[in-house]
């Protein structure tokens, strides 16, 4: 078992990452006050939701179950847990704990930083994905119709636990959407780290479990350095959207649900390669590699059929990360060593959507 | 014209008090990056919009004119502002500004809160109880059908703006609420300030614009004072509950919108005085002058007439304030001292609803 502590002053917090987390022994002593709030949803809900209220049935404790994906990830299913917090009667002092993947997590965490003005909350991670990365980084919200995760909160948990043993249960899709994110660590910042995922790609897609340890123990330590030089996302921070500008211009077009978060990023990275290429960053081999990395991880590497460099446009005017209608890019200068571009010309960025989108 | 300085570190902001405020050279200096969102009501916007937007015509302007009123607090309005802001594809670098009563704050704040997890806002804040109360602390937030302000966040806006010309066109009805929380400044914490509060009534409803800016000045002063000592309520700012436990629940009973949020506080302050005489703190006499300094100030001294006091506990168990299940009330040591009690003895509970509600 490892834990890792994010560090962030008075927010500070523990993310613990093993297996057979789930015992009263560990998740009680992270609970104050003595009403707790599972939010979870029908598809986790008969994995695990039996094995976690065995870890608090000391508590006082009312459950939510969310229709499942991201689809739902909109305001009226807030309304969901908000009512159901509030038929129970949970004061300022209850606990929410978010048992699911990233979805579960980003919605109990805005729930979270909204109910009566905030409320703790503690992440029980389902997936591989939102164990490396959605439940690392205080960042909750929900889905507009006009833009992916347009509303919510910067909310840090009290405590993470990434119980190893939950992914036993995980799709292979789903495990491959999780790899995105982790082959992401190693493009933005870490060469070696990248190397190292290379050399393990089968044995991660196998579900060698300390091969899957060892890659959530890297990415968090790597996320929870990059959150705690930037909390609130004014630089650094921006690094980890490496892929998502592109990534959720796709989920946007084929509309959430279709294609996973992990599935966009993947082929998101590859586009994010090809623009750096185009503006002299890297070499056409770079791009074949994390094209080939993306691929052996059961990735797709370019867009999905019939979307265009125009649809791609439209949907990228809206990115969060734009300032002032500029919009922002996060590139490569070689495979390991990515940074921020808000001055991509026009050209390249064009001549990159044409190559991918083909 | 008068300019205070909230203290809270990195998030201080000033409040500037007094006449004609509604210049470019005013606001136009609180505006980060280029976009500007103004968030209204359809009562304030044929009265102030022009003027204000004036002062912000160097800035990419766009409008919101919500629906007016207290029963169109909830998470559904927000999303027209949402809306409006992806429309026209405004970055987290935008600025909102709450043009509008408290009503208008609380969403356009959380709003503000909430969009793209966090953007800037100002305050311009048309109604005394606004201006002397519900602009000042960075409490957002909006209604849920079980439960007043159940919804939110702690934002702090970047400056506010308290015009004194924009009382003008305020109804008697609407400055007597915002009499109600000058009035509870002086209850909770300043004998004096009530003494003057006492000997200037008439010439606060009488609209006397040098006697309204001082109320303005001295309530935001006290409220500031206690915001910076206790930014997220964990101690001394529940004083400014005072009246509201009671009152929360007069506005919930009769579904918010039909007494005006300062009539049920004021009704509310009576009450927490009868409390306070119950359980020996207070003199029958301390209570007649409460009731006596709510009637001249045009307010309710009575719940509304049918509501009983088993409406009152129905209402007052989900209360924010309540920790863990216990009722917590603001009560009176003495008139000028408030003091928080999470111990009230039933009986003594029962015999002051008994006696207000009769």
Redesign the interface.
Known sequence: MHTLTVELGDRAYPIVIGPELMTAERIAPHIH???VLVVTNETVAPLYLSRVLKAVSAFEVATVVLPDGEAHKH??T??LI??EA??N?F???ATFIALGGGVVGDMAGFAA??????VRFLQIPTTLLAQVDSSVGG???VN?R??K??????HQPTAVFADTDMLKSLPPRELSAGLAEVIKYGLLGDHQFLQWIESKIEALRAQDSEALTEAIRQSCTMKAEIVRRDE?EGGVRALLNLGHTFGHAIEAHLGYGDWLHGEAVGAGMVMAAEVSRQIGALDASDVARVASLCESAGLPTKPPAGMTPSDFMTHM??D?K????RMRFILLRALGDAYVDDAVDPQSLSAALTTCCH
Chains 1, 2 share one sequence.
Do not use: C, P, W
């Open positions: 006050g003595r009403q305001l009226e807030l309304d908000f009512s509030l038929e009667r004061s300022r002092n930083a909204s109910y009566q003005r905030g960042k909750t919200g507009h006009l833009g995760n347009m509303i919510g909160a910067f609130r005017a809206v969060k734009n300032v002032d209608g």
